[in-house]
């Protein structure tokens, strides 16, 4: 099973503050994708990422979100200025090929 | 808009025993319907996958069926161990092409009582 890993596991900002989010995964994959979820609610498909470009993207990636890959390797979300509700769980997730996608263990972020 | 509903209640049941979750879905014709396992503060773990086209999908203690006739997916955990305690997630996708997101459920909470 391919691995996944995310830094920080927990990130603490003010409201207002650009935070970035950053995904490693281990092996060679086709697709990444973001999500998040919100403490009891749903996860929520944010953003998918192939070849370098975006391919999908949902209605809560407005202008304030962003995605990159800047080395290659890492693969980072990016939101610019956070507010309350953006607090929540985010997740990296890798595609090898199929449907099946296997998730990194998770961003906290907490918006005070 | 689509929708996907789960056993909304938490399901409670005795170790050895069949576990048996229930997806529906409307307004939607997924290519692919997946479950996965959720424990708390983690991320989801793929589980099985189930195409349009396939009616059953095992994978040892594990069992998914699909009728895309009823919009609906039963998953059945055999042989129920306490550590199979978890949030299961239904999520259906990919639809195709560049559209490879996956749409999630709520998920259903089991307990396995020892």
């Known amino acids: 099973e391919p691995e996944v890993t995310q830094t920080p596991s927990h990130q603490v900002t003010q409201m207002g503050q650009e935070v970035i989010l950053r995904c490693v995964p281990i092996s060679n994959h086709l697709y990444f994708y973001w999500y998040r979820q919100i403490l009891g609610q749903k996860v929520e498909f944010l953003v998918s990422f192939y070849n370098n470009e975006i391919s999908e993207k949902s209605e809560i990636f407005d202008d304030q979100f962003s995605v990159e890959r800047p080395d290659g390797s890492n693969f980072t979300l990016k939101i610019r200025s956070t507010k309350l509700e953006d607090s929540a769980m985010y997740f990296c997730a890798i595609t090898f090929f199929g449907g099946a996608q296997f998730f990194g263990p998770g961003t906290r972020l907490t918006v005070l | 808009s689509q929708k996907i509903e789960q056993n909304s209640e938490a399901l409670n049941i005795q170790e050895g025993k069949t576990a048996t979750l229930t997806c529906n879905y409307t307004?939607?014709?997924?290519?692919?319907l997946q479950w996965y396992r959720q424990d708390p503060g983690r991320g989801p773990v793929f589980l099985l996958l189930?195409?349009?086209n396939e009616k059953e999908k095992r994978k040892e203690r594990l069992k998914v069926t699909f009728d895309t006739t009823l919009k609906q997916s039963l998953f059945h955990i055999t042989a129920s161990q306490p550590a199979d305690s978890a949030t299961y997630l239904c999520a259906l996708g990919p639809t195709g092409g560049n559209n490879r997101k996956l749409i999630w459920g709520l998920g259903t909470s089991l307990a396995v009582n020892p």
């Open positions: 307004n939607y014709s997924p290519a692919y």
């Open positions: 189930i195409r349009e």
